[in-house]
């Protein structure tokens, strides 16, 4: 069977570079504006993506002052972007170390209604160790704790969603009949975790269940994603540790019963595209220009669960010696791997470790042609590393556009002038 690119369109700030919401080339709408989301959501369905995901983190990031770090709720989002589009898929973010399954699995179902079967939920358990201080103030969740955790969660919002039968409404006005109870049932669960009666209370959504993402890359995490994700986004900064990841989720999709195609798999790609290289080069360093490595240094305390990076000079080449062990890490454990891997290999100072992260967190960010972004994509795709990629353009809406055929005509844009 010929297998299909996929493309997701992964919207973040006014483009994916730290410094993209000060360019002049980036969106003039405040980030709290859903015409905003609308638009760029317009712009990827005219582009023929397969869909568009909203990230979140469960609280404020504490570089607020020089970095836009707030942000509308994801799943409330989707309720507004699918009211403007009719095609492409939507993907928000939602934890299951801080939610009740219940309200999950009526959020998702909702949207699916209200999307007529575009929903899609991106499974994440919230590494972020200020999140905990939000929510109860025990303090962070173990990384184990929060993957069993998940796995519970993920079993009450399967049997919830299951607890209507797809012919339960009737809806018989003749006779007063609205609903089949003998096509409802409770679900009647009892984990580690969670208790639950169900049943849920809405009707069976289109798609029976929201697509599953997810994105866990520790051993912990790629299992789960190998028995729950129909999609797994992945961070990589070279082609061979992309390929490692894609051979070992389709291996364990494999042992878990599944067909490896029914799990796609796709790394993050951060592209500035111009027509000719010298230009996408220029681009991409007047955006770097706009940084300041000491919001880059806050954010790599952030990611290494608060470590103090403070006293690290800008310019002597770093050493793995300069981190923490990843083992202990109980944020992100496996970016902080990418991070110490990419200090190993190419000995980076900080400002220049920096400077990269700037670009898209960990990603693989490139600049280049159009014909040269196309031909790293094939060779990804054809070679045993990717399904297809999450397109993280440095700057939104222009470096989305260029993902448009000069022929497409402009979507039938919301108002994108500030008021
Ligand atoms: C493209 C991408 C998007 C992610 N989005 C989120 C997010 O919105 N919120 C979040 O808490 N974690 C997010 N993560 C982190 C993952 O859920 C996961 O915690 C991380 O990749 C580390 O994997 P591990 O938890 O198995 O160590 C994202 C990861 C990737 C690669």
């Known amino acids: 069977m010929k297998r299909q690119l996929h493309l997701n369109l992964f919207i973040h700030s006014r483009g994916h570079h730290e410094a993209s919401w000060r360019h002049r080339g980036s969106s003039p709408l405040p980030l709290t504006d859903i015409r905003y989301y609308q638009d760029l959501a317009q712009r990827a369905e005219t582009a023929l993506f397969d869909s568009l995901f909203l990230a979140d983190q469960l609280a404020l990031g504490g570089d607020v002052s020089q970095a836009p770090r707030t942000w509308l709720e994801p799943i409330t989002v ?9 095609r492409v898929g939507l993907i928000a973010t939602a934890s299951t170390t801080y939610t009740e399954p219940f309200n999950l699995a009526r959020q998702f179902g909702s949207i699916d209604h209200i999307s007529n079967g575009r929903a899609a939920w991106n499974i994440v358990t919230s590494w ?53 109870t003998d096509r ?40 789960f994603a190998a028995r729950h994700a129909d999609a797994v986004f992945t961070a990589h900064m070279a082609k061979a540790t992309a390929q490692e990841f894609y051979a070992d989720l389709k291996r364990l999709a494999a042992a878990e019963g599944r067909l490896p195609e029914h799990v796609l798999i796709l790394p993050g790609l951060s592209p500035m595209i111009a027509a000719t290289e010298a230009e996408a080069q220029r681009l991409a360093r007047e955006v770097n220009d706009l940084t300041d490595p000491e919001v880059g240094r806050k954010r790599l305390s952030g990611r290494f669960g608060g470590h103090d990076f403070s006293h690290l000079p800008l310019d002597r080449p770093l050493v793995p010696e300069d981190f923490p062990d990843p083992g202990l890490v109980q944020a992100a454990r496996s970016r902080t791997e990418v991070i110490i891997n990419l200090v190993r290999r190419d000995k980076p100072t900080l400002r ?14 490139t600049a280049g042609t ?34 448009r055929a000069r022929s497409d005509p402009d979507p039938p844009a919301a108002e994108v002038v500030p008021d």
Request: hydrophobic fraction near 40%; proline fraction near 5%.
């Open 78 to 86: 989707l309720a507004a972007v699918a009211a403007a589009t009719s």
């Open 128 to 180: 972020l160790a200020t999140a905990a201080e939000n929510y109860g103030g025990t303090g962070q969740v173990s990384h184990a704790d929060r993957y069993a955790r998940g796995e519970d969660f993920m079993e009450v919002v399967k049997a919830l969603w299951d607890s209507w039968a797809t012919d339960a409404v009737v809806d018989d006005r003749t006779d007063g009949i609205y609903a089949r």
């Open 184 to 223: 409802i049932r409770a679900i009647n669960h009892r984990g580690d975790f969670y208790h639950v009666a169900g049943p849920l209370n809405l009707p069976r959504c289109p798609q029976g269940r929201p697509v599953l993402v997810q994105a866990g890359s520790s051993d912990t995490g790629r299992r």
């Open 352 to 365: 220049q470790l920096l400077g990269y992260l700037a670009g898209a967190r960990g990603h693989y960010v």
């Open 370 to 403: 159009p014909d040269q972004i196309a031909d790293f994509i094939e060779d990804w795709f054809q070679d045993g590393a990717a399904d297809g990629f999450n397109i993280m353009p440095p700057l939104l809406p222009a470096q989305l556009d260029v993902f």
